[in-house]
T-cell receptor, first 116, second 118 residues
Framework: RKEVEQDPGPFNVPEGATVAFNCTYS??????FFWYRQDCRKEPKLLMS???SGNEDGRFTAQLNRASQYISLLIRDSKLSDSATYLC?????????????????FGQGTILTVHP | GAVVSQHPSRVICKSGTSVKIECRSL??????MFWYRQFPKQSLMLMAT?????????EQGVEKDKFLINHASLTLSTLTVTSAHPEDSSFYIC??????????????FGPGTRLLVL
């Protein structure tokens, strides 16, 4: 089982649509969670961190359910510029030697295309 | 602030040659730098973590003698792909963090280096 699994996608939605991405992680000791977006042939860029209480940033809402080890991202009123690959990212908790602290594990990504 | 650059952005080389990729933190001191690799239609995979002044920690399955990492200063880490082969063709991305081992600190990603080995 992959450490971080996402909806396979791709998602193809019209402008103005609401779209939701799901993600599950296998390591229950994971401590930090993020959504990144990656445009074609570019580096990933942090979209938002994800907190247990849920958090919102404009049209984007992220949710975390630690009990289910589930993360979600909701995009409302989709724009053409939202077209990208969305990466679910988990930061592992430190192991005994502390070597995994700060180690990001990326999901395979979900491709979103917003069309006119 | 928190800008990370990589050089070169793209490189094409012949099989058997070595390629050096530089990662620089331009406006902050990066105690920890990370090197990732991304094959087409796949996600980023961490290759190694390097802390300034110490040996890099490699992920399982990554050959340390093939992917040489040097983090000699707080603003520069280099990745050298030795004796590159076509299967090493990939998108190499570095990230930098201010904290030791990247503990709890956001990682800032460089723009990536696209390597094509013929």
């Amino acid at each position: 089982r992959k450490e971080v699994e996402q909806d396979p996608g791709p998602f193809n939605v019209p402008e103005g649509a609401t779209v939701a991405f799901n993600c599950t992680y296998s390591n229950s000791a994971s401590q930090s969670f993020f959504w990144y977006r990656q445009d074609c042939r570019k580096e990933p860029k942090l979209l938002m961190s994800v907190y247990s209480s849920g958090n919102e940033d404009g049209r984007f809402t992220a949710q975390l359910n630690r009990a289910s080890q589930y993360i979600s991202l909701l995009i409302r009123d989709s724009k053409l510029s939202d077209s990208a690959t969305y990466l679910c990212v988990v930061n592992k908790s430190p192991n005994a030697g502390g070597t995994s602290y700060g180690k990001l594990t990326f999901g395979q990504g979900t491709i979103l295309t917003v069309h006119p | 602030g928190a800008v990370v650059s990589q050089h070169p952005s793209r490189v094409i080389c012949k099989s058997g040659t070595s390629v050096k990729i530089e990662c620089r933190s331009l406006d902050f001191q990066a105690t920890t730098m990370f090197w990732y690799r991304q094959f087409p239609k796949q996600s980023l995979m961490l290759m190694a973590t390097s802390n300034e002044g110490s040996k890099a920690t490699y992920e399982q399955g990554v050959e340390k003698d093939k992917f040489l990492i040097n983090h000699a200063s707080l603003t520069l880490s280099t990745l050298t792909v030795t004796s590159a082969h076509p299967e090493d063709s990939s998108f190499y991305i570095c990230s930098a963090s201010r904290e030791a081992r990247g503990a709890g600190e956001t990682q800032y990603f460089g723009p990536g280096t696209r390597l094509l080995v013929l």
